[in-house]
């Protein structure tokens, strides 16, 4: 049973930095890709980075391109997402998620796996 657990939210001011990690388990870790999503409220969730098995390719969505960074460390089978020069408009909970996929994958459906998400609030 894959389970996935993220830590490491929390309340920044903007132009701040925050790093969330997601522990994952359950099954070979290096094998899969990872990505975060975010949901803010009264919004749909959407993906906001993703990283292949190795850790060779990555993905980001537009708006935090050149600001946030995803990176994965399959010793320790954990994800990461490094947040800088934080917005209030990163304010979500951000959710790590995987799939079936040893590539990056970029629709919702195509991840079945999700941890319990972690609130990340960037303050004005």
């Known amino acids: 049973q894959v389970q996935l657990v993220e830590s490491g939210g929390g309340l920044v001011q903007a132009g701040g930095s925050l790093r969330v990690s997601c522990a994952a388990s359950g099954r070979t870790f290096r094998l899969y890709a990872m990505a975060w999503f975010r949901q803010a409220p009264g919004k749909e969730r959407e993906l906001v980075a993703a990283?292949?098995?190795?850790?060779?390719?990555?993905h980001y969505t537009d708006s935090v391109k050149g600001r946030f960074t995803i990176s994965r460390d399959n010793a320790k089978n954990t994800v990461y997402l490094q947040m800088s020069s934080l917005k209030p408009e990163d304010t979500a909970v951000y959710y790590c998620?995987?799939?079936?996929?040893?590539?990056?994958?970029?629709?919702?459906?195509?991840?079945?796996?999700w941890g319990q998400g972690t609130q990340v609030t960037v303050s004005s």
């Open positions: 990283i292949n098995w190795s850790g060779g390719d990555t």
């Open positions: 998620a995987t799939g079936t996929s040893d590539g990056i994958r970029t629709t919702l459906r195509e991840y079945p796996y």
